[in-house]
């Protein structure tokens, strides 16, 4: 597929994995195999370094509009509930050569941001179409696919998905 057809169809199946080969689909319930995001300000997030936080890793790309539309939710998430335990990162997929447009679009947020090809995300699984939102609770677990439970995400639908984990006392 090429890239003007990306840009086209980014709601649809990349042909494209996470930094390198991808493993087997996560799975709900279950913890992840071991990752690393390296952040646009080179922090290093890991398992360990968010351990008793709980994570939304947002896949997205400049060139999709659905991803950009659901931004002012990530970040109004983000800005409602990072006092609480909760980390938002949105992991680019675009080219390192878009880094450029990647940071100017990040310039509007607060949250964390983070290219794919710099990070080691292949306990996700391929990247199979942007956006799509992982929800990882204060144990490693993840409780939220966003490869099945694809599509925009609100406000709404985040907390649904991360308060329970906030109200939790054990880990999730």
Request: glycine share 8%; charged share 25%; with cysteine.
């Amino acid at each position: 597929m090429s890239r003007p057809d990306l840009r086209t169809r980014c709601g649809l199946l990349l042909l494209l994995s996470v930094a390198g080969s991808a493993a087997a689909d996560p799975e709900v319930g279950r913890s992840l195999e071991p990752w690393r995001v390296v952040t646009l300000a080179q922090r290093g997030l890991s398992p360990e370094s968010l351990r008793g936080r709980v994570l939304v890793l947002n896949f997205w790309a400049t060139w999709c509009a659905p991803c950009r539309q659901e931004m002012p939710a990530l970040e109004a998430f983000h800005r409602k509930y990072a006092g609480q335990g909760v980390e938002v990162v949105a992991v680019s997929v675009d080219d390192r050569a878009d880094l450029p447009a990647v940071r100017r679009v990040m310039e509007a947020y607060s949250f964390t941001a983070a290219l794919a090809v710099d990070s080691d995300l292949r306990s996700f699984g391929r990247v199979r179409q942007v956006p799509a939102t992982f929800v990882i609770d204060r144990a490693g677990v993840l409780r939220r696919d966003g490869w099945r439970e694809a599509g925009i995400v609100d406000l709404e639908g985040l907390e649904k998905a991360v308060r329970p984990l906030l109200d939790a006392r054990s880990g999730g």
